[in-house]
T-cell receptor, first 110, second 114 residues
Framework: GQSLEQPSEVTAVEGAIVQINCTYQ??????LSWYQQHDGGAPTFLSYNALDGLEETGRFSSFLSRSDSYGYLLLQELQMKDSASYFC???????????FGQGTELSVKP | DAGITQSPRHKVTETGTPVTLRCHQT?????MYWYRQDPGHGLRLIHYSYGVKDTDKGEVSDGYSVSRSKTEDFLLTLESATSSQTSVYFCAISEKVISYNEQFFGPGTRLTVL
């Protein structure tokens, strides 16, 4: 079967750095995405890695190692507004089908 | 924000009744998706469409059907709703799926089946 594993909860303090890991086992692989969701609202896209290495977008970075079936999302200079759920998702076919992890709830404390 | 709307936003229905959820986009994106989100399960793909009249099943398609007769509309139908289909349903769209796949999500529909 196909599966993605990510921690269910992470807590960090404002201004800190936090890393959310994701390991996957899927029938195919075209890319790893990260999404943010606040309080059950619409998920919003953060990043997409198709190739190995680090992608940086402002305070957020995402890393992929295809040989290890592993990726992570790195959030720097944490702010209270970063408290949300973060989902990793693997695109496993050419048509854009995604399989999502169960989500990591990030709590940022003052 | 991508122009995606879902209707209705909230619905309460009874077991055995048919239900249709609508997703409407103004972005002219080729790909459209229906997901459901339940506690502890993240988002799970129900069906998706890669063009007008072109659809395919996702990982949890049993009990659901879809139709796409126009680029902008993607309908999800529960032929005979069951309590296990109580969930939050999200529609998503994307334009490109090779090399870069960014999906834009609608606001969601909260469906309760009594």
């Amino acid at each position: 079967g196909q599966s993605l594993e990510q921690p269910s909860e992470v807590t960090a303090v404002e201004g800190a750095i936090v890393q959310i890991n994701c390991t996957y086992q899927t029938s195919g692989f075209y890319g790893l995405s990260w999404y943010q969701q606040h309080d059950g609202g619409a998920p919003t896209f953060l990043s997409y890695n198709a190739l190995d290495g680090l992608e940086e977008t402002g305070r957020f970075s995402s890393f992929l190692s295809r040989s290890d079936s592993y990726g992570y999302l790195l959030l720097q200079e944490l702010q209270m507004k970063d408290s949300a759920s973060y989902f990793c998702a693997v695109q496993y076919n050419q048509g854009g089908k995604l399989i999502f992890g169960q989500g990591t709830e990030l709590s940022v404390k003052p | 924000d991508a122009g995606i709307t879902q209707s209705p936003r909230h619905k309460v229905t009874e077991t055995g009744t048919p239900v249709t959820l609508r997703c409407h986009q103004t972005e002219n994106h080729r790909y459209m998706y229906w997901y459901r989100q339940d506690p502890g399960h993240g988002l799970r793909l129900i069906h998706y469409s890669y063009g007008v009249k072109d659809t395919d099943k996702g990982e949890v398609s049993d009990g659901y059907s879809v139709s796409r007769s126009k680029t902008e509309d993607f309908l999800l139908t529960l032929e005979s709703a069951t309590s296990s289909q109580t969930s939050v349903y999200f529609c998503a769209i994307s334009e490109k799926v090779i090399s870069y796949n960014e999906q834009f999500f609608g606001p969601g529909t909260r469906l309760t089946v009594l």
